[in-house]
């Protein structure tokens, strides 16, 4: 700010910091068949992009996503589609997580089977991407809803699991209460 903008701050605050483990509600996990090995592996890519890490644990995913990693695995492996599923997307509310899975070709019956039995043992919302993210529909014809509460202002705020969220939900919560304290808007006054 001061070198290039020629801007001194009045104050600099203390970085507002939230938990460090089991904070992400958001991730596109990479998924891999290596027919060398004879496994499907799930988990984020490694650093040149080419290889995708080798996880059976993460401890940054919300815990009810991260609890799956192994099953999704396991899952991904038991489907005939198993080497055209390139990622699993992952967006998680306060109540429920959605997995979007990408498929680059039509999924059979029984992939379709073993999805639903997937998402009703894990209590995970399940979406197909076949295309671009217009295509995305929900596997069983359900609601997808997710939401994140803000109990200081009564609000619940409904997003879709493509929507951009802030991934840390509690830091999420103290963003927003800085910014109003900051704001200090009048009992007549909406923030958006």
Excluded at 84 to 92: D, G, L
Excluded at 177 to 190: F, G, I, K, Q
């Amino acid at each position: 700010l001061a070198r290039i903008g020629k801007v001194t701050p009045a104050a600099v605050w203390q970085p507002l910091t939230g938990p460090a483990w089991g904070y992400r509600r958001k991730a596109r996990l990479s998924v891999r068949y290596v027919q060398a090995k004879e496994r499907v592996l799930v988990g984020f890519r490694e650093t040149y992009g080419r290889f995708v890490a080798d996880m059976q644990e993460c401890h940054v995913l919300d815990p009810r996503v991260a609890a799956q990693l192994s099953p999704l695995a396991t899952l991904v492996h038991g489907l005939d589609a198993r080497q055209t599923i390139p990622q699993i997307e992952v967006a998680c509310g306060d109540d429920s997580c959605a997995l979007v899975f990408r498929h680059l070709e039509p999924l059979g019956a029984e992939d379709l089977q073993k999805l639903r039995d997937f998402a009703r043992g894990s209590g995970m919302i399940i979406l197909l991407q076949p295309g671009g993210p217009d295509t995305m529909e929900a596997l069983e014809p359900q609601l997808v809803e997710l939401s994140f509460r803000l109990p200081d202002y009564g609000l619940e705020l409904l997003f879709g699991p493509s929507d951009f969220i802030q991934v840390n939900a509690e830091l999420n919560r103290l963003m927003i209460r800085r910014a109003l304290a900051v704001l200090d808007p009048a009992a007549d006054e909406r923030v958006l």
